[in-house]
């Protein structure tokens, strides 16, 4: 006998019931997140935003690089030289150019991470040496190359010289005439007693000038051994210090303070914990940055730290492994009358730092 077959459900009929039957039922309570979790979970998105805020921004400015503007100019050299005409070759601080100068307003900007962490190293590695203070009655010696450029009156690109010799002497406290050592110059006495001749240095690789002594006492901008040991070595209170010592002297304040402190750095000899103190104070500076590779007088490569200010960069350059300062470097960045973008218009290395008895006198050789 056969038996009649039954018949197969439908599934997609049972399937349209159950799902019109779900729609009819409210929806389900969906759980909360207590306060706390609600505050991490919003404190991880805005730093993974922040993250990737930052990286986009890098990659463009990679991307993007500008292309200088064109700046009519009619004498160039570096921001620590002076005034200078000799043989019919002129030079002449462009920085300080009527007119050039931009309003005293601190920059909100921070200097860029890796030029902060690469200052944060360097600091470490100064404040970690080891070596006796100077006592105030010795002198402190420094020995460097240096070179900066010229301009002939008749105008045309900057010529760069080769590097000669610089020897200068220091009274630690400032009690005692110094003395200054330039390769193919005559000796000059820098500071001496009333009733004598006086000269001084507006910064490293400037010529001596004829000064007047002064009852101000030593300063940031001229400072004897004993007042740099002396200065804060919280990086917070020394860059206020520098800020306020530097105020109106024309640049614009963040380049002042950059200034300020490679101008202490190339020649001066701070004692390990105020030099930590310099670099990390440097790394507060808005506009810093790092450059990847760069050569100093002498020939020796390394990392610099820089900055760019009215169509110059300045580079404090480190050697790679102990971080120890080699020497300082001024480029052009913007192309002018002085030359093409750049072009190197000033250059520095140190080779000797040292204490000794008297002004002239020469130690052994060392590394500075």
């Known amino acids: 006998m056969n038996?009649?077959?039954?018949?197969?459900?439908?599934?997609?009929?049972?399937?349209?019931?159950?799902?019109g039957l779900t729609a009819l039922l409210p929806a389900p309570p969906v759980p909360g997140l207590r306060a706390d979790r609600e505050l991490m979970l919003k404190e991880a998105m805005l730093r993974e935003t922040a993250r990737t805020e930052e990286s986009v921004t890098a990659n463009a400015a990679t991307a993007r690089a500008p292309r200088p503007r064109r700046r009519t100019v009619r004498f160039l050299v570096p921001a620590i030289a002076c005034a200078l005409a000799v043989g019919g070759v002129v030079a002449v601080n462009l920085t300080d150019t009527p007119g050039r100068g931009t309003p005293d307003v601190v920059s909100a900007?921070?200097?860029?991470?890796e030029a902060a962490r690469l200052l944060d190293r360097i600091a470490l590695a100064a404040g970690g040496e080891k070596r006796q203070a100077v006592a105030d009655d010795r002198f402190v010696y420094i020995e460097s190359k240096v070179a900066y450029a010229g301009q002939s009156a008749g105008g045309g690109p900057v010529t760069l010289?080769?590097?000669?010799?610089?020897?200068?002497?220091?009274?630690?406290?400032?009690s005692r005439p110094g003395l200054l050592r330039e390769e193919g110059e005559p000796d000059s006495r820098l500071g001496a007693e009333a009733g004598t001749p006086v000269h001084s240095l507006e910064g490293p690789g400037a010529k001596p000038r004829p000064s007047t002594l002064s009852g101000s006492g030593p300063s940031i901008s001229?400072?004897?051994?004993?007042?740099v040991a002396s200065l804060p070595t919280d990086p917070d209170a020394l860059l206020k210090l520098i800020r306020e010592e530097t105020s109106g002297s024309g640049q614009d304040p963040d380049q002042r303070a950059f200034t300020a402190i490679g101008d202490l750095l190339a020649e001066t000899w701070a004692p390990p914990r105020v030099g930590a103190a310099l670099y990390a104070a440097a790394g507060k500076i808005p506009g810093v940055t790092v450059v990847d590779t760069a050569t100093d007088a002498a020939g020796r490569k390394g990392v610099a730290v820089a900055r760019t200010s009215h169509g110059q960069q300045t580079q404090w350059i480190f050697d790679r492994t102990t971080y120890a300062f080699l020497g300082e470097r001024t480029v052009l960045t913007e192309a002018g009358d002085a030359g093409p973008a750049g072009t190197v218009v000033g250059s520095s290395a140190v080779l000797t730092r040292a204490a000794v008895g008297r002004a002239g006198e020469t130690p052994a050789p060392t590394t500075a």
């Open 3 to 19: 038996t009649p077959s039954r018949p197969r459900p439908d599934h997609r009929t049972e399937e349209a019931e159950r799902l």
């Open 109 to 113: 900007s921070p200097a860029a991470p």
């Open 161 to 174: 010289p080769p590097a000669h010799s610089r020897q200068v002497w220091l009274s630690a406290d400032g």
């Open 222 to 227: 001229d400072p004897t051994h004993a007042y």
